[in-house]
């Protein structure tokens, strides 16, 4: 784990001087927004990185979509034969080039990114010692200046659950940290809500039982579980949450769009025959009533060469 938090760092303290060299180190709205941005852009480039990864899993997604006809015709065919049935959907994916394991890949990625930053900022105190300031390649006065950093007057290495002596530590009260934190762990919540249930949109319910079950789970576990965790989460930690909480919601809408879904579902065949059915004038007369006599009509002649009677 060496290895991410040093790569972490690097792209942290990268952003950060880019940011520093705009703004120094002057504070506006209690707000150190060298580090603030520097966190955001953290998320920006881990996601850019990332993005070609997410085309795929949607191409991927979709051809899963497609195939769900095949699949079930597969898992239906072979329901007591496993081993063939594994052995012809591997095929299937093969030959349609499908990866149903596509689309926990960029969250896979993102875990490491997430812990990483969540090591990092836990790491950020003021009574570290001087050897272990320089760890991941930070310089003393970019950690001191870090550990110093806040959000409208709460400390970014903060936490809603920090005790007073670490909060004296900071050089803030809790007041400040409870109410910044608080405000984010509720936005942190409803940005993860609205990208699960935009996700589950983007892909449609599934038909599954236990497949449904994981996407209610995604759906209301997980922020739910936020309510929770948030409160240990260090208000940097809850920045770069919300901030690719929001950056998923803009990127799936743009692959909405791109990429819509496969329509699902053909012409009723019985549309048209029900459309002439409504329409009397244009239907086409039985042989039965084209050859009734209508109400008052003059009998008709009998034909050349018939009996008569």
Do not use: C
Not at 44 to 65: D, E, W
Not at 114 to 143: I, N
Not at 151 to 170: H, K, W
């Amino acid at each position: 784990m060496a290895v991410v938090y040093g790569t972490i760092s690097a792209i942290l303290l990268f952003w950060h001087g880019a940011w520093q060299m705009l703004f120094g180190d002057a504070a506006a709205l209690g707000t150190d927004w060298a580090w603030v941005l520097g966190i955001v852009f953290l998320v920006l480039t881990v996601r850019g990185v990332l993005f070609p990864v997410f085309v795929k899993q949607i191409k991927s997604q979709r051809a899963m979509q497609a195939l769900q006809p095949r699949i079930k015709e597969i898992q239906e065919k072979h329901k007591n034969d496993r081993e063939t049935m594994q052995k012809e959907l591997l095929e299937l994916y093969r030959t349609e080039k499908a990866n149903p394991l596509m689309g926990f890949l960029p969250m896979l990625v993102q875990i490491p990114v997430f812990l990483g930053l969540f090591h990092v900022l836990r790491h950020l105190k003021p009574t570290m010692p001087e050897h272990m300031k320089t760890l991941y390649g930070w310089t003393v006065t970019q950690f001191d200046s870090a550990s110093s950093a806040t959000l409208f007057g709460a400390p970014i290495a903060a936490s809603f659950r920090s005790g007073a002596q670490e909060l004296s530590l900071l050089g803030t009260d809790g007041t400040t940290v409870r109410i910044v934190a608080a405000i984010l762990i509720v936005t942190m919540i409803a940005t993860t809500y609205l990208s699960s249930r935009q996700m589950i949109l983007r892909t449609g319910w599934a038909e599954n039982p236990q497949q449904r079950m994981v996407q209610r789970l995604m759906l209301y576990g997980i922020p739910f579980s936020l309510l929770v965790s948030g409160l240990i989460f260090p208000i940097g930690v809850i920045i770069y949450w919300v901030t690719t909480n929001l950056f998923s919601l803009a990127q799936q809408t743009w692959v909405l769009r791109k990429y819509p879904p496969p329509a699902t579902g053909a012409p009723k065949a019985t549309a048209a025959p029900t459309r002439a059915a409504a329409s009397p004038a244009h239907a086409t007369p039985s042989p039965a009533r084209s050859l009734a006599p209508r109400p008052g009509a003059k009998p008709t002649t009998a034909r050349k060469g018939a009996p008569r009677g």
